[in-house]
C-alpha cells in the first residue's frame, strides 16, 4: 500500500464508559480525576464524553483540557430537539466531532430515512462533523437495513461499532466473502470507530488466545477501514478510534461476578493493535 499523508493521524481514544470498574464507581468528582489521570499517563490521545448532562459535560471537559486530552461529544437524539440541545453545548465546549447514537428504531425504511433526515436539517449547523454509529436498538441496528439508508442517503456518515453487526447477524465463521463485503460497505462510510472484540455469540469477549481468530478477524476489519478513509481524507486529516470495553454485563464475569480478564490491560492492548494496524499502512 501507498504510505499514509505525512498529516493524516490517528487518535486513540479510551471510553469514559469502560472506566466503570476500572478506575472506580462511579466515575464523579475524584474518582473522575483519577479516571482521566488514568487514561492520560496511558499515552490515550483522549476521551468520548456525554453532551447530554450540561453540568457534567463542562466539568469532564474542563478536566480532560487541563489533562491535555482531546475529546468527541457523544448524545442520543430521539427528535431533532435534542441533537440540537448537543450540538448548542458542542459550539460552547468544543469536540472534535460528534457521535450520534440515532435513538429510535422506525419499521420500514421510509420511516428510517425520515428520521434521519430530520436530524441531518439540525446536523449541518454543526461547527465539526455529526457521525452516526452503528449500535443496537437504534434505527442503525440491522446491517442489512444500515446498508440499504446508506444507499438512499448518500450524506450519511458512520461510526463504526462492527462488534453489534458481527453478534447481530451471527456471521458463521470463518466469515465468508460475502459477508466481508457487506462489512466493507460499512467501512467505507466510517469516519470513526468504536472497539471492542466479539464474536457471533458475545459483543465483548476477554482478549485470551483462544480468541485470536476473533482478534484478527476485527483487526482485518479496521485496517481495511482505515485504508479507505486514508485514501478519502484530506491530507492532515485525524481519524478517531475509540477502544470501548464496557463493563458487566458487556465484559463477561465468572460465576464470582468478577470480570474474567482485566479490562484495563485489554483497552491498553486494543490501542496498541490498533496503532500498529495505522503504522502497517
Known sequence: ???????????????????????????????????????????????????????????????????????????????PAMLAEALALVA????????????????????????LE?????????????????????VTTDLFHTLQLLDELPWLRLTADLSHYLVGREFPFPVSDANHELIRRITERSDAYHGRVGTREQVQVPLFAHHQPWIDLYAGWWKTGFASWRARSAADAELVFLVELGPPPYAITGADGQELSSRWDDALRLRDLVRGLWAEL
Open 92 to 115: 460552547e465546549l468544543g469536540a472534535e466531532f460528534v457521535n450520534a447514537q440515532p435513538n429510535a428504531t422506525p419499521f420500514t425504511l421510509a420511516e428510517s430515512v425520515a428520521f
Open 118 to 138: 430530520g436530524l441531518q436539517e439540525v446536523a449541518v449547523t454543526s461547527p465539526v462533523p455529526v457521525l452516526y454509529e452503528t449500535h443496537r436498538d437504534r
Open 1 to 79: 500500500m501507498t504510505p499514509a499523508p505525512a498529516g493524516q493521524r490517528l487518535l486513540v481514544f479510551q471510553s469514559l464508559w469502560g472506566m466503570r470498574g476500572v478506575a472506580n464507581e462511579p466515575l464523579v468528582g475524584q474518582d473522575l480525576v483519577r479516571g482521566l489521570e488514568r487514561i492520560a499517563e496511558a499515552g490515550f490521545d483522549g476521551i468520548t464524553i456525554d453532551f447530554v448532562d450540561p453540568g457534567a459535560a463542562r466539568e469532564t471537559v474542563g478536566l480532560a483540557r487541563e489533562l491535555g486530552l482531546r475529546w468527541n461529544a457523544q448524545c442520543y437524539p430521539r427528535d
